[in-house]
């Protein structure tokens, strides 16, 4: 109930959201968790067979859209949504979690990469900082409290990497944050859906350190790599998991993967989806591959979850 072969604006993809949760009132929850710099809702879905509420079983979060530009990321997000509700081919991994999903964690950032720059990165607030007004936004992943403003940030609001005046600047980060406060110690898995590079990253991304649950770690996203090429196209790069520095080859304080691990979440992830080279690439990716990215992902990410259950 929801195109997949073009990438959809902001009222679409809350649209959908608002849809798929008048039509499951029993399972599917809509919260409005505050609103953006400029005033538009940040919203997540809240899924559960049983009752969110009972804490009966364990959270899986995922969200998308921190970096306006990474179109892709969202409707992957929305396609999960669709195979938890409409289309549910995987009744066990639907069954044995409670789920929390975010397509847009920045809509002001989203709505002006549809409108003005479809490059845009970061969020569109100002600080105090003289330089803010000239350069508005904040990168969202880097003003998380865990190793802010650790190496792979920047002070000046004109870098793309803009960490913020202070960590949990943004109130749409701060809304993330909240997510995480309340459910933490309920939450064995978190991904946040990026692109482009065809990775799977893990903890830790400030530093070179390694996570006491690396091993682990590196199974769940060697399966879900696995699922993931089986389903894959010839012409799709092939995915690499590891360690952020280890594989995108640089540090960053204030993420969110980082945020979530250091709270206890073991299983913590940064997706970077597929972009191709030649013609539409990057963040660009050809909408003729939406559907595509999303299936393949979503059959990772259940193949990492029966992975993770296993190891339990
Ligand atoms: O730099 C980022 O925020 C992510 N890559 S992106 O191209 N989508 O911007 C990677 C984040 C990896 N995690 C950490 N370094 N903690
Ligand atoms: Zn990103």
Redesign the pocket.
Known sequence: VMPYNSYLNLDAIYAYMHDVSMRHQKTVTMVTAGHSFEGRPLRYLKISTTNFQRRLKKIIFIDSGI?AR?WIAPPVVTWIIHKLTDDVTEPKILDDFDWILMPIVNPDGYEFSFSKKRLW?KTRSTDTNPKSYRCPGV?G??NFDFAWGAT?TSSNPCSE?YRGNKAFSEVEIRAVRDIFQTYFNRMSMYISM????SMI?Y????NSSVSKYSFNLHLASSAMIKAIKNASLPNFPAYVNGN??QT?F???GG?A??YAHNLGIPYSY?F?LPGLSGGMEGFELDPMYIEQVCTETWLGIVAGITKTIKLA
């Open positions: 970096h990474e990165r990168d992943n880097r792979g990497i990026h692109s482009f590079g990253l903890p830790w991304g400030h952020s520095v995108i640089y540090t960053a993420a993967d980082d940064t970077e």
